[in-house]
């Protein structure tokens, strides 16, 4: 029975700046369809040209990303491998080709990710922050009254970092915002021009980032990556399993405070800070 063939969508990531920052397998791939679809075609050049790599180039970018759907589609029907690729870094990643990529799966085309390049990873990776999880937002919204609905909404997510994009033009307006929401004393990375010859990253707090900003304007260019410190959750203070608060209040009798915490907890397996703090508050209100 003859099997027909078809072609095959790569999503390929490219470099985020440095153009070296391009993985072997990609320059392969991009040799080797017959189309690459690109977010801008002069942009794609430069990089295409850096390597050698002389294959047709279309655009497809937010504005004609739907209608390019039956064009890529008719290449893969006729056997053409495309290659998806933005500006910089992995397509569909607050970037132009979700829908492509999701139209191309549902008309049942293999698609193939070929990694590399991420923004977000490489400012994670080396900002040296400590925490078990992220949240990866990406851009927040233009306005300020939204802006700050959304960041507001973030305040709940503890223990993990909070990754967000930003633009130069409105990185102040940001941050500002952030103070607003978050306080002045939660931390924050800048990531700015990642892999680039002006590649900053810098943490402090984020009452003090305004003033860090302003201190240069070169510290105002470039594409940014901002990352939130993680916090902890707030103790549960109100409630107490009856078994671990009776064996507290024994301990508690013939034991300093701190003592009788640390047993309680080794003994019942209970959080030593939460025990602490319920504790101290008993102390309080029997004094």
């Given at each position: 029975?003859?099997?027909?063939?078809?072609?095959?969508?790569?999503?390929?990531?490219?470099?985020?700046?440095?153009?070296?920052?391009?993985?072997?397998?990609?320059?392969?791939?991009?040799?080797?369809?017959?189309?690459?679809?690109?977010?801008?075609?002069?942009?794609?050049?430069?990089?295409?040209?850096?390597?050698?790599?002389?294959?047709?180039?279309i655009?497809?970018h937010?504005?004609?990303?739907?209608?390019?759907?039956?064009?890529?589609?008719f290449?893969?029907?006729?056997?053409?491998?495309?290659?998806?690729?933005?500006?910089?870094?992995?397509?569909?990643?607050?970037?132009?080709?979700?829908?492509?990529?999701?139209?191309?799966?549902?008309?049942?085309?293999?698609?193939?990710?070929?990694?590399?390049?991420?923004?977000?990873?490489?400012?994670?990776?080396?900002?040296?922050?400590?925490?078990?999880?992220?949240?990866?937002?990406?851009?927040?919204?233009?306005?300020?009254?939204?802006?700050?609905?959304?960041?507001?909404?973030?305040?709940?997510?503890?223990?993990?970092i909070?990754?967000?994009?930003?633009?130069?033009?409105?990185?102040?307006?940001?941050?500002?915002d952030?103070?607003?929401?978050?306080?002045?004393?939660r931390?924050?990375?800048?990531?700015?021009?990642?892999?680039?010859?002006?590649?900053?990253?810098?943490?402090?707090?984020?009452?003090?980032?305004?003033?860090?900003?302003?201190?240069?304007?070169?510290?105002?260019?470039?594409?940014?990556?901002?990352?939130?410190?993680?916090?902890?959750?707030?103790?549960?203070?109100?409630?107490?399993?009856?078994?671990?608060?009776?064996?507290?209040?024994?301990?508690?009798?013939?034991?300093?405070?701190?003592?009788?915490?640390?047993?309680?907890?080794?003994?019942?397996?209970?959080n030593?800070?939460?025990?602490?703090?319920?504790?101290?508050?008993?102390?309080?209100a029997?004094s």
């Amino acid at each position: 029975m003859h099997k027909e063939i078809k072609g095959i969508l790569y999503v390929v990531a490219t470099p985020i700046g440095n153009l070296s920052d391009i993985t072997l397998r990609a320059l392969k791939v991009l040799s080797e369809v017959e189309v690459i679809a690109a977010e801008h075609i002069q942009t794609a050049q430069k990089l295409l040209s850096r390597h050698g790599v002389t294959t047709r180039v279309i655009p497809v970018h937010q504005h004609n990303e739907n209608s390019a759907v039956e064009k890529i589609i008719f290449f893969l029907n006729n056997n053409q491998s495309v290659a998806l690729i933005t500006d910089a870094g992995t397509p569909a990643i607050s970037d132009p080709g979700a829908r492509l990529v999701r139209s191309v799966r549902e008309r049942g085309y293999s698609v193939v990710p070929i990694p590399g390049a991420n923004a977000a990873i490489s400012a994670l990776s080396a900002s040296g922050l400590l925490a078990p999880h992220f949240f990866f937002y990406g851009f927040l919204p233009v306005k300020s009254t939204e802006r700050r609905r959304r960041l507001t909404a973030l305040k709940s997510l503890h223990a993990c970092i909070l990754v967000f994009y930003e633009a130069p033009h409105r990185i102040l307006e940001t941050v500002t915002d952030m103070v607003h929401i978050f306080g002045v004393e939660r931390g924050v990375t800048f990531a700015r021009e990642l892999t680039k010859v002006f590649e900053t990253i810098h943490t402090c707090a984020l009452g003090d980032a305004i003033a860090w900003l302003q201190a240069d304007t070169n510290r105002l260019r470039g594409e940014f990556v901002l990352l939130l410190t993680a916090i902890e959750p707030p103790l549960q203070t109100e409630f107490l399993n009856p078994q671990v608060e009776q064996t507290l209040a024994v301990l508690q009798k013939n034991l300093p405070l701190k003592h009788a915490v640390q047993l309680t907890a080794e003994i019942t397996g209970e959080n030593r800070k939460r025990l602490y703090a319920i504790a101290l508050e008993k102390q309080k209100a029997a004094s």
